[in-house]
């Protein structure tokens, strides 16, 4: 697996920040996702650009859930490519242009070793990557708590790690956890890299995790 950050708070030289978040995943021959949207379509489709993405190149797109800074770049990334496949939880409504749009009830096997952890809560989702580490979580903001995640995304397999906003969740339920890439809406990173500074690993727009 290989996920680039490509919308966060903070980003590298040359790439620009903003409150929100939206990553790219690659698994394998697996058709290439996007991971949310960020808040700003300008700042989305101008931080692939300077990261060589082509928006065309993308398959997919799996929405984490129905608010702004994750959903507000979609309508700016469909003009550059409406020919994809979007996921999204029930709350999440009224896509428009895109070639099809799926509805995620539960936890849900998306392709061979990618899944849907469904709509926890009733508020978000969360994409899970079975990797040969195990199963890592990629998340929007961690809404719901993270024992929910983690328990619904064990039953794809053992949990190597989580990627993504990490939200008032509490340091101490990512015990046992090898990868904690927080970024986002975390309130704790200071408090997780503390605890387990050798599982963390600093997000920002332009990082780039492979598994």
Known sequence: ?????????????????????????????????????????????????????????????????????????????????????????????GVKKAEEVVTVEGPTELHERIYSTGELEGIEQSLCVETEKGVVVIAGCSHPKMENILQTAAQFGEVHGIIGGLHANRPQSLEGLDLICPTHCTQHKADIKRLYPEQYVKGGVGRIIEI
């Open 1 to 93: 697996m290989k996920l680039t950050i490509v919308y966060d708070n903070t980003a590298k030289v040359d790439l620009e920040s903003d409150w929100g978040f939206s990553a790219v995943v690659e698994v394998g021959d697996f058709p290439k996702t996007l991971f949310d949207t960020g808040a700003k379509g300008r700042i989305l489709t101008s931080n692939l650009k300077r990261l060589e993405i082509d928006p065309k190149s993308i398959h997919e797109v799996f929405i984490s859930h129905d608010h702004a800074d994750h959903t507000g770049g979609l309508s700016a990334f469909l003009e550059e490519n409406n020919q994809v496949k979007v996921w999204v939880p029930p709350s999440f409504q």
